[in-house]
């Protein structure tokens, strides 16, 4: 069973790597994306992950939860609950960092 513990990481061997594989609902087609970030908002767990076979900075978001022993990835429905998750990781990933500062 997949548990989460209080430095936003996820025990569980099939996510060991930084490699997570999701099923398109519609299509059937399986997608390897590759863990880009994780964050723990509002006592829910998001992830950002990025497609593999894409070479640049998008990327996506999406709440994790438990079923029983497998973990769900979910689209974000709410556009208030999205931004805010969303000017989180923004600002995790893309923050600058001025390096002429001493």
Same mark, same amino acid.
Do not use: H, Q, W
């Given at each position: 069973?997949?548990?989460?513990?209080?430095n936003?990481?996820?025990?569980?061997?099939?996510?060991?790597?930084?490699?997570?594989?999701?099923t &398109?609902? #519609?299509?059937?087609?399986? $997608?390897?994306?590759?863990?880009?970030?994780?964050? $723990?908002?509002?006592?829910?767990?998001?992830f950002? @992950?990025?497609?593999?076979?894409?070479? &640049?900075?998008?990327? $996506?978001?999406?709440?994790?939860?438990?079923?029983?022993? &497998?973990i769900?990835?979910?689209?974000?429905?709410?556009? #208030?609950?999205?931004?805010? $998750?969303?000017?989180?990781?923004?600002? @995790?990933?893309?923050? #600058?960092?001025?390096? &002429?500062?001493?």
């Amino acid at each position: 069973m997949a548990e989460f513990d209080n430095n936003n990481e996820i025990i569980d061997e099939e996510l060991e790597s930084n490699i997570i594989t999701l099923t &398109d609902e #519609e299509t059937g087609e399986e $997608v390897d994306f590759e863990l880009y970030a994780r964050a $723990v908002i509002d006592d829910n767990l998001y992830f950002a @992950l990025v497609p593999c076979d894409e070479n &640049d900075d998008e990327y $996506v978001i999406l709440r994790a939860t438990e079923d029983g022993e &497998d973990i769900l990835f979910e689209t974000i429905e709410s556009d #208030e609950e999205f931004e805010k $998750v969303e000017d989180y990781f923004n600002d @995790l990933l893309f923050s #600058e960092v001025d390096y &002429d500062e001493n």
